[in-house]
């Protein structure tokens, strides 16, 4: 059963899209408007941004935006079924948009309707087959159910549809932490964390990357010990994730005291050298080929130290970004010039 409260946060990220969605369709005064309804949501003044949104579609009935703004503002309000009612001739039409049907489905879930919001997703998916928008909504409708093979389909085909949308990577992320599969939990926390600058998303990340870490060098519970003695037995490296395990692996001894900001480094460079000797040929896959771009340029440590540093320790990494505030500057800079663009032909699991 879906609370409003997880509801909301299901739907969070909504009004920020929806503004940077189409204020350049709107008039100037009527953008202005929109605007300062936005910063009275921000407020919690919900009655003066719903007088706002109002007055505005009296003067553009048919823009989709200031209607998705104002449901999304009863929405919050606690006016559901008020909600609902603005929402539904819009998700009907022909011109809803993604964040229509987020936000329609999100209404019905907060009402209990859950069929009717998997078939809104549903329906959202079939006219924007690649919105990793809403593959990550029914992603995340699935697993407030507790349906969490379903959840995960969706999260993995939002990443083949839409490589480039954060959310999916860390959802998906969280479930194979929490499923013991720490090879695609590091990979894809990490893909995360640079496609995503959410402030309230990145500190849990970064925890999430080095919690990983640990757990790829941790035993599973049905891991073998190598076989004693004489053994010819060789590991399987047959899989992209086989070949990443075996080869951050080797280097294994690195650990002798601990995982810190300085050995993962280590652990780190060694196995891109590694990986580029070896792998790269048969696995090209653009997190490894960014982290050799940064390498490259010398940019590799700085960039580090921005994954794990602040979650390691705070006090050092200020001390670490004091003492080397130049190289970090130009790291920020190279960083927002040169994104990572993951790609569809990337591994998958």
Same mark, same amino acid.
């Given at each position: 059963?879906?609370?409003?409260?997880?509801?909301?946060?299901?739907?969070?990220?909504?009004?920020?899209?929806?503004?940077?969605?189409?204020?350049?369709?709107?008039?100037?005064?009527?953008?202005?408007? !929109?605007?300062? #309804?936005?910063?009275?949501?921000?407020?919690?003044? *919900? $009655?003066? @941004?719903?007088?706002? /949104?109002?007055?505005? +579609?009296?003067?553009?009935?048919?823009?989709?935006?200031?209607?998705?703004?104002?449901?999304?503002?009863?929405?919050?309000?606690?006016?559901?079924?008020?909600?609902?009612?603005?929402?539904?001739?819009?998700?009907?039409?022909?011109?809803?948009?993604?964040?229509?049907? !987020?936000?329609? #489905?999100?209404?019905?879930?907060?009402?209990?309707? *859950? $069929?009717? @919001?998997?078939?809104? /997703?549903?329906?959202? +998916?079939?006219?924007?087959?690649?919105?990793?928008?809403?593959?990550?909504?029914?992603?995340?409708?699935?697993?407030?159910?507790?349906?969490?093979?379903?959840?995960?389909?969706?999260?993995?085909?939002?990443?083949?549809?839409?490589?480039?949308?954060?959310?999916n990577y860390s959802q998906a992320a969280k479930?194979?932490?929490?499923?013991?599969?720490?090879?695609?939990?590091?990979?894809?926390?990490?893909?995360?964390?640079?496609?995503?600058?959410?402030?309230?998303?990145?500190?849990?990340?970064?925890?999430?990357?080095?919690?990983?870490?640990?757990?790829?060098?941790?035993?599973?519970?049905?891991?073998?010990?190598?076989?004693?003695?004489?053994?010819?037995?060789?590991?399987?490296?047959?899989?992209?994730?086989?070949?990443?395990?075996?080869?951050?692996?080797?280097?294994?001894?690195?650990?002798?005291?601990?995982?810190?900001?300085?050995?993962?480094?280590?652990?780190?460079?060694?196995?891109?050298?590694?990986?580029?000797?070896?792998?790269?040929?048969?696995?090209?896959?653009?997190?490894?080929?960014?982290?050799?771009?940064?390498?490259?340029?010398?940019?590799?440590?700085?960039?580090?130290?921005?994954?794990?540093?602040?979650?390691?320790?705070?006090?050092?990494?200020?001390?670490?970004?004091?003492?080397?505030?130049?190289?970090?500057?130009?790291?920020?800079?190279?960083?927002?010039?040169?994104?990572?663009?993951?790609?569809?032909?990337?591994?998958?699991?």
């Amino acid at each position: 059963m879906m609370t409003k409260k997880i509801l909301l946060a299901f739907g969070f990220c909504i009004i920020i899209q929806s503004y940077s969605f189409a204020q350049s369709n709107l008039p100037i005064e009527l953008q202005k408007m !929109q605007e300062n #309804a936005k910063v009275s949501l921000g407020q919690g003044d *919900y $009655a003066n @941004s719903i007088m706002l /949104l109002n007055q505005a +579609i009296r003067q553009m009935p048919n823009d989709v935006s200031l209607r998705r703004d104002l449901s999304y503002t009863y929405y919050l309000s606690g006016k559901v079924k008020k909600a609902k009612e603005v929402i539904d001739p819009v998700v009907s039409s022909e011109f809803a948009d993604e964040l229509t049907f !987020q936000l329609a #489905a999100a209404i019905e879930g907060s009402l209990d309707n *859950y $069929a009717k @919001s998997k078939k809104i /997703l549903k329906n959202g +998916i079939k006219k924007f087959p690649h919105s990793g928008l809403l593959y990550n909504s029914q992603g995340n409708l699935y697993s407030k159910n507790k349906s969490d093979k379903s959840a995960m389909a969706s999260w993995t085909k939002g990443i083949e549809k839409d490589p480039t949308y954060a959310q999916n990577y860390s959802q998906a992320a969280k479930q194979y932490f929490n499923d013991g599969n720490a090879v695609w939990a590091v990979l894809y926390t990490e893909i995360a964390l640079n496609l995503d600058d959410n402030p309230t998303r990145v500190p849990e990340m970064k925890k999430l990357l080095a919690e990983s870490y640990q757990l790829l060098f941790s035993p599973g519970k049905n891991e073998k010990l190598p076989e004693f003695y004489g053994s010819s037995s060789k590991s399987n490296n047959n899989s992209f994730a086989a070949a990443f395990r075996s080869t951050i692996l080797q280097n294994a001894t690195l650990l002798s005291k601990g995982f810190d900001v300085e050995t993962l480094i280590m652990l780190r460079t060694r196995f891109l050298l590694s990986w580029q000797n070896n792998y790269a040929n048969q696995y090209p896959f653009t997190l490894f080929t960014y982290q050799q771009k940064l390498l490259q340029n010398g940019y590799f440590d700085a960039y580090n130290q921005w994954l794990f540093g602040s979650y390691s320790s705070s006090q050092a990494f200020s001390a670490w970004v004091q003492k080397h505030s130049k190289l970090y500057k130009d790291f920020e800079v190279w960083k927002k010039n040169n994104p990572l663009q993951p790609a569809s032909f990337d591994p998958k699991p």
